[in-house]
Structure formats: C-alpha cells, structure tokens
C-alpha cells in the first residue's frame, strides 16, 4: 500500500507555480493577482480564504480579499463581480461558497466572467470541460488528475466509481476521468444509488466525495483497489488548536491496508485542491485560455 501524498506533491507544484511567476516578473509582466469573496464570516469559509490567500503569498501571487456581511444585497454582490470583470490588473477571482439564502447562487456564478472564473464554476467553463476544451477545471477534480498523474497510477480501462455528484467534484470528477487523458468506464453513484456497497467493492479506482464521515468501510474496498478521499468535514476535536479536526469519507485504518494506493485525510486530496486553485490563476495570468 502507498500513501498518496497531496502535501508534498502540492509543495512541489508550488515551487513550479513560483518559477513560472519569477519568469513572467523577469519577463516584465506583472505578478498574477487573484481576488476572494467571502461573505459572512462561517469558520470553514473563513479558514478557506486564509488558506487562499496565504497560498497566493507563498507562490509570488497578489491577493485581494473582497468581504461582506451576511445580509448583503444580491445587486451589491452583482456590481462589485461587474467591477473585478472589468478590472484589468486582476486575473482572476471567486465567490468562496456557500453564499446566503436572499442570494440566488447560480445567478452569482454566471455573472463571472468565464476568463476570470478560476473557480471553473460558470457554465462555460463546465461545458468546455465536458467537451475536452481548454478551460479553467473545478480544482478539487483538477487537482485528484493531477495527483494520479504524478503517481502514475494506470488509469486506462479501468473501473472508476465516483461517488456523490455535486458540480463542484463527483460530476466534473466523472467527466475528467471518463475523457480520453484517463481513460476509465466510470459509474457516478448517488444517494439513490442501489446496491452502493456491493458497486463501490467492484472499483478499480473508488473516489469517495458525499461528504459523509466514515462512509466507506473495508468491505466496500476491493483488494489493490485505488482510493482517493475527498471528505473534509469538520467534526469537533479535543486535539486541536482550532476545536476542529478533519474527518474524511474514507474509515482510513481499516481500507489502507486493501489498497494500491490511497489518499489521507488531511494531506491526501485538499492540499491538491488549494494547488490547483493557483494553477488556475496562473493560466489565467499567461493568456486567454477561452479564447
Ligand atoms: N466552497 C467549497 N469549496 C469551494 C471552492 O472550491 N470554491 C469556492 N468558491 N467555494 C467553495
């Protein structure tokens, strides 16, 4: 069994990012500059942006963070998205989600202009995705190829289940690995999903993203099967500094010894996503992609 590790794989491409941006700033070209908006002041949302930002400083980045109170007024949202669209010294930016109720989301995510969308949420970019176009790509989906890419891990002809289906992971997740780069026949499984404990065990390569704690047990893993742990949430800790710890869908000590290969929860797959985010910006930075 081999860990995957996200640390240290997204330690490296950080140091790629810094060299690209250390080109670009001998090359006379500014540094890449992205910008968050946080709304409200949720403690994940919180610790999400900091992240963020203290990312963008490690890599040579500007950042910008954008902040609201709870009860902002879509149209005030609407202008200030219309004001970074246009401002030209800003590569790219996002909306940290989720976002209050009085705010329609998808409304919010399509008033991005899809250049700008480092996020890959706006429907241009998704539909680019789907069709193999260049794009900007949802990071944590972005970040897990990256990950099977730097282990060479086979993926080709094998049988990938992804389960859960949100916009944001299992569904682009599923595209990714079903185009031509990876290769694999892939089942998206879901909360009406019958039979999930007996599909999960017949996976190749299991990528785990509802958002359970503790969902997938040992029986659900096939022996040299590939898992890839999405979870994040935060349960209450005794442990730690912050009252939180992360606890991820996967029950690690007894599927880790059935694997090939398997990602930690933390330093698997959310260091990968903050990565990816910075790649994102810094395609944005160099040019065009949607052009
Ligand atoms: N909330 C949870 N994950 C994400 C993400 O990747 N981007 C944004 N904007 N919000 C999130």
Do not use: W
Not at 2 to 10: H, L, M, P, V, Y
Not at 19 to 41: F, M, Q, T, W, Y
Not at 229 to 250: A, H, I, M, Q, W
Not at 271 to 280: A, D
């Amino acid at each position: 069994m081999q860990i995957i590790d996200g640390k240290a794989t997204a330690k490296a491409i950080k140091e790629e990012i810094r060299a690209e941006v250390d080109s670009l700033v001998s090359a006379g070209k500014r540094n890449p500059h992205l910008a968050a908006i946080l709304i409200g002041h949720d403690g994940g949302s919180e610790t999400y942006v900091a992240y963020k930002i203290k990312d963008c400083a490690e890599v040579g980045f500007k950042s910008t963070l954008v902040r609201f109170e709870d009860d902002v007024k879509e149209v005030v949202l609407l202008e200030k998205i219309k004001e970074l669209n246009n401002d030209e010294g800003l590569d790219g930016f996002i909306v940290q989600l989720p976002i209050p109720d009085q705010i329609n989301e998808q409304r919010i995510i399509e008033a991005i202009d899809p250049r700008k969308d480092v996020d890959g949420f706006h429907p241009v970019n998704v539909g680019r995705t789907v069709i193999g176009l260049p794009s900007f790509t949802s990071a944590t989906p972005y970040g897990i190829v990256e990950l099977l890419k730097r282990y060479n891990i086979e993926t080709s002809g094998k049988h990938c289940v992804v389960v859960g289906r949100s916009n944001i992971v299992g569904r682009p997740m599923s595209i990714l690995m079903s185009q031509k780069s990876m290769n694999a026949t892939v089942t998206v499984a879901h909360s009406r999903t019958k039979n999930l404990e007996e599909l999960c065990a017949s996976a190749d390569i299991l990528i785990a993203a509802l958002g359970a704690p503790g969902f997938i047990k040992a029986h659900m893993v096939k022996e040299g099967a590939v898992v890839i742990d999405v979870g994040t949430t935060r349960v209450p800790s005794t442990e730690t500094k912050s009252g939180f710890r992360l606890k991820g869908d996967v029950v690690y000590d007894e599927v880790a010894p059935k694997c090939s290969y398997i990602t930690p929860v933390p330093g698997g797959v959310g260091p990968m996503t903050r990565v990816s985010l910075l790649s994102n910006t810094l395609k944005a930075a160099k040019g065009n992609i949607l052009s």
